[in-house]
């Protein structure tokens, strides 16, 4: 077993190292708001594909720990090995391992492509083994690449407006300034690629695979995530490419549902939440500036939820057993109601108007975004001490 000091190593939104304490201390911060809500429901059996970070770890914490479920996580992270440490994710997960087994609940996981046959194997495997049918499946996959099992092409998705060229002003992550920024228009083949990544393909993959296992229980909830976000951002996020594969996961919710519904009287929902910082959203041009913005306004109106928060309300309000999920006009349960709320959403506006690098740091909350960031990974976590050498290696089994 290897111990080191692990110092961040971060170029713009890319955090090459990790630190398995402060991993372990955000895991324990979500563990217990979740078991602090009280969320007095059992549910049962759950599939959290995509469990290692953000909104899904939020689910896996939310659905074993605060609904006390039998959980089976699928990832795909990096183990520590000799000197090089793990991914956040791993050892995220490792904590969770650690705090199930001492609470005497139930948590596995698979580490694997959930995209690849093999990984719905693996996971079908393990649930004929010692899990059994499914009461809740949800699907929280996020990655810029996705091989097609049926014609073993690879994709990758974009970012990228579909209409006119994009012209904006966001934040250069590494010197903290604001900067203008244009996007080319996507091609049709931009739109194809980004959908077969972040659209609703592989999700219906799971639901046929579970469904032709008989490993989906009557009454089986099933729920994917999905981001709106606001008139700021909307040319490149919801109008644009990753839109069109957001639209494409809606529409796969539907068809799902309905195969649900006739079959085992159960259900298929597209959750819409709130904007966060994730890996994921700090790579997005022109959303670190937003959040930075956003965070700002609804701390000081004391509406500000993290992903934690946000799954917890999903469940209480929406999803627990005997709740039936308030939708909009489209089907979508909506998480995001309090980041869309007027309020919050004229006040952004007008910072929105007002920023630049001189007063970046007095009118936003980009230090907490920047603090945010690097707590993905484990970094500038209150009560851990950097300078301490700690073990690189740790299981999730």
Known sequence: MAKAVINPRIRGFICTTSHPTGCAVN???????????????????????????????????????????????????????????????FYNLAEVHTQAKAKGLTVETINGDAFAPSGKEAAIAALKARFGKLDYVVYSVATPKRTDPATGVTYTSTLKPIGPEYHAKTIDLDTDEIKPISIPTASDADVEATIKVMGGDDWKMWIDALLAADLLAPGCR???????????????????????????????????????????????????????????SSAIPVVPLYISLLYKVMKAQGSHEGTIEQMVRLWKDHLAPGKTPQVDEKGRIRVDNQELAPKVQKETDALWAQVDSANLMSISDYASFKREFRGLFGFEVDGVDYEQPVEIEASIG
Do not use: M
């Open 27 to 89: 895991v324990r911060r979500q563990i217990a708001i979740a078991e602090a809500a009280q969320l007095a429901q059992t549910v049962g059996n759950a599939l959290v594909i995509g469990s290692s970070a953000g909104y899904g770890l939020s689910s896996l914490i939310t659905l074993a720990f605060g609904h006390r479920a039998k959980v089976l996580g699928c990832c795909f992270e990096r183990p520590g090995k000799e000197a090089k440490p793990g991914s956040a994710g």
């Open 222 to 280: 099933v729920v994917a995530y999905s981001y709106i976000g606001p008139q700021i951002t909307h040319a490149i996020y919801r109008a644009g490419t990753i839109g069109r594969a957001k639209d494409h996961l809606e529409a796969t919710a539907h068809t799902i549902d309905a195969e649900l519904k006739q079959k085992l009287g159960g259900g298929a929902w597209v959750s819409v939440n709130k904007a966060l910082v994730t890996q994921a």
